[in-house]
């Protein structure tokens, strides 16, 4: 069964870091894009950047310069390091896999949610 798993949300003030993990299974987790989606209280969901089997990436530009993309083949793992934090990246963080042919963000995880607030 497929299965995307997010870690390391909380509470941080502004101007502080987080690093959101997202462990997958239950599939070839080097064969499949991948995309981070946030969901701000009472917004829908957004954008917040992709990376793609070759490696090629892609950010919202509202994260360009503070959050970086990578994944882990070998762990079956995505990661998100979040700099320079604001309040208005507040949400919750869902890691996401595309569809085999890479038209639509097919499996979604649980989520989970990041403060920014002093």
């Known amino acids: 069964e497929v299965h995307l798993v997010e870690s390391g949300g909380g509470l941080v003030q502004p101007g502080g870091s987080l690093r959101l993990s997202c462990t997958a299974s239950?599939?070839?987790?080097?064969?499949?894009?991948m995309t981070w989606v946030r969901q701000a209280p009472g917004k829908g969901p957004e954008h917040v950047s992709s990376i793609w089997t070759k490696g090629g990436i892609r950010y919202a530009d509202f994260v360009k310069g503070r959050f970086t993309i990578s994944r882990d083949n070998a762990k079956n793992t995505l990661n998100l390091q979040m700099n320079s934090l604001k309040p208005e990246d507040t949400g919750v963080y869902y890691c996401?896999?595309?569809?085999?042919?890479?038209?639509?963000?097919?499996?979604w995880g649980q989520g989970t949610l990041v403060t920014v607030s002093s």
């Open positions: 239950g599939f070839t987790f080097g064969s499949y894009h």
């Open positions: 996401t896999r595309w569809d085999d042919d890479g038209n639509y963000l097919e499996i």
